[in-house]
């Protein structure tokens, strides 16, 4: 299998539920990354992994937990969400942090919180 | 501060037209990188192309070429003979010579691409 692959591809869960999104990369990439897209919304960057270690975390709510246990795989604990938490989560991928290394991104998780 | 701007929301071809998706960006920098992504219904964005800001050379890949001019900071993407295939998202981003959070991609909102048969 190569590139970045997430799970599951569609989500649907309650309020009070408490779910995990899953993104694997084959790529040998060294840094990870969450995206929030909404409708009508630019991509938002959520969090982002260096090296395993959180390097950015841009002011998403404590609801939204994301955990990097080695360079090739990503989560995001999901708990309480809200109903605007809908959204689809995009994880990428690249080869360092520089700025001129291009992102490789997943298919994506289709979120409805309900 | 860094912005991009896709002034297209919308744009629908029939197919074996030319569209040109245009993308206006705003930095202070004088290094920058600048990418165009599509994202196809699937849902992943496909990276397809980085160019720097020293480099100012027209490309042409197959149907896609795109038009990079410094005076009037544009990137624009331009898809000849389009097809019902190039039907999708696509976004341009510019990032800065940087590592760190000064590196991110700023991406525009983005032009969806209807090309019909």
Partial sequence: ETGVTQTPRHLVMGMTNKKSLKCEQHLGHNAMYWYKQSAKKPLELMFVYSLEERVENNSVPSRFSPECPNSSHLFLHLHTLQPEDSALYLCAS?????????LHFGNGTRLTVT | AQKVTQAQTEISVVEKEDVTLDCVYETRDTTYYLFWYKQPPSGELVFLIRRNSFDE?????????????????????????????????????LTLNYGGSQGNLIFGKGTKLSVKP
């Avoid at chain 2, 038009?67 to 999708?88: G, H, L, M, R």
């Fill in chain 2, 57 to 93: 050379q027209n490309e042409i890949s197959g149907r896609y070429s795109w038009n990079f001019q410094k005076s009037t900071s544009s990137f624009n993407f331009t898809i000849t003979a389009s097809q019902v295939v190039d039907s999708a998202v696509y976004f341009c981003a």
């Fill in chain 1, 94 to 102: 690249s080869h360092g942090r520089h700025g001129n290394s291009p």
